[in-house]
T-cell receptor, first 115, second 115 residues
Framework: AQKITQTQPGMFVQEKEAVTLDCTYDTSDPSYGLFWYKQPSSGEMIFLIYQGSYDQQNATEGRYSLNFQKARKSANLVISASQLGDSAMYFCAMREAFGNEKLTFGTGTRLTIIP | GAVVSQHPSRVICKSGTSVKIECRSLDFQATTMFWYRQFPKQSLMLMATSNEGSKATYEQGVEKDKFLINHASLTLSTLTVTSAHPEDSSFYIC???????????FGDGTRLSIL
């Protein structure tokens, strides 16, 4: 089974609108962390937001927030007031406590912001 | 500024050449570093875990004699693609964990093109 599933290969969103990128995960480890990274066309991986499995509140970082639903094993990224510069690939990733720090990535979502 | 430096950023070379890629942690020590490969329009796939002072741990299906990893110091890991062929052309990117709940720090990646 896939550990990280991103079901949206591509999304088009009007500038200034909010967008939700889906991510579901699968793990039997009670302690894990979920990350979202942005990868522009230049290739670098830009960390956006982190959610720990024991965190009681949803993580927020500026225009980014994470809709963490533990029972459903989902960790959707919400970008508010989208900007043209948000156009990029977005990857959801998981780090498991027994996984020796390594990250497992989803297949990614290509987000395109339309002016 | 960047906390993980990776170079070269781009390599173009002939088939049969060996290529060395360096990954340095700039202001922290990294006993573990990770090497990923990313084919166009695909996700990051973990190739191996580089361990300071000991042998690297390779993921299933990755040829250890093809992709030599050396982690001789707490700030430097190198990946050498030996006798590279066109099918080795890809984007290679390293990362180093900062520990705890901190996100992994990624290098900017190396785009390898074998002619």
């Amino acid at each position: 089974a896939q550990k990280i599933t991103q079901t949206q290969p591509g999304m088009f969103v009007q500038e200034k609108e909010a967008v939700t990128l889906d991510c579901t995960y699968d793990t039997s480890d009670p302690s894990y962390g979920l990350f979202w990274y942005k990868q522009p066309s230049s290739g670098e991986m830009i960390f956006l937001i982190y959610q720990g499995s024991y965190d009681q509140q949803n993580a927020t970082e500026g225009r980014y927030s994470l809709n963490f639903q533990k029972a459903r094993k989902s960790a959707n990224l919400v970008i508010s007031a989208s900007q043209l510069g948000d156009s990029a690939m977005y990857f959801c990733a998981m780090r498991e406590a027994f996984g020796n720090e390594k990250l497992t990535f989803g297949t990614g979502t290509r987000l395109t912001i339309i002016p | 500024g960047a906390v993980v430096s990776q170079h070269p950023s781009r390599v173009i070379c002939k088939s049969g050449t060996s290529v060395k890629i360096e990954c340095r942690s700039l202001d922290f020590q990294a006993t573990t570093m990770f090497w990923y490969r990313q084919f166009p329009k695909q996700s990051l796939m973990l190739m191996a875990t580089s361990n300071e002072g000991s042998k690297a741990t390779y993921e299933q299906g990755v040829e250890k004699d093809k992709f030599l990893i050396n982690h001789a110091s707490l700030t430097l890991s190198t990946l050498t693609v030996t006798s590279a062929h066109p099918e080795d052309s890809s984007f290679y990117i390293c990362s180093a964990p900062a520990g705890g709940d901190q996100p992994q720090h990624f290098g900017d990646g190396t785009r390898l093109s074998i002619l």
